[in-house]
């Protein structure tokens, strides 16, 4: 059960991925775009994650599904993926919208 969150995070964005290829929305049509478009939201949420943890508002909670792996005091490593996640889904949805909207 360790690793169950990643492995979760993993399945889902190898699931995304498969969804982004069939369609062609995100990576598999322009990559550095997509890059950019996932990444620099991540950093910014990385930033807005170090300020909740400096502040004292966001912290770690103890759980079995965690790996127990921190990348910074506070962070687990799980935040990281779930984060890219959050933001190639955000990316994934804007550009299958705005095709379905161009239809239209």
């Known amino acids: 059960m360790q690793f169950a969150y990643l492995a979760g995070l993993i399945f889902s964005i190898i699931g995304l991925g498969l969804f982004d290829w069939k369609f062609k929305l995100g ?3 322009n990559k550095k775009a997509a890059t950019l478009a996932t990444l620099l939201p991540l950093i910014f ?3 807005w994650d170090g300020a ?3 502040l004292g508002i966001f912290f770690r909670g103890e759980t079995s599904h965690l790996t127990g792996i921190l ?3 506070e962070l687990p490593l799980e935040e990281l993926f779930f984060l890219f996640l959050l933001n190639y889904t955000t990316l994934t949805i804007f550009i299958a919208v705005k095709r379905i909207v161009a239809k239209r």
């Open 27 to 29: 990576f598999s049509t």
């Open 52 to 54: 909740g943890i400096a």
């Open 71 to 73: 990348v910074a005091p």
């Open 45 to 47: 949420f990385l930033i």
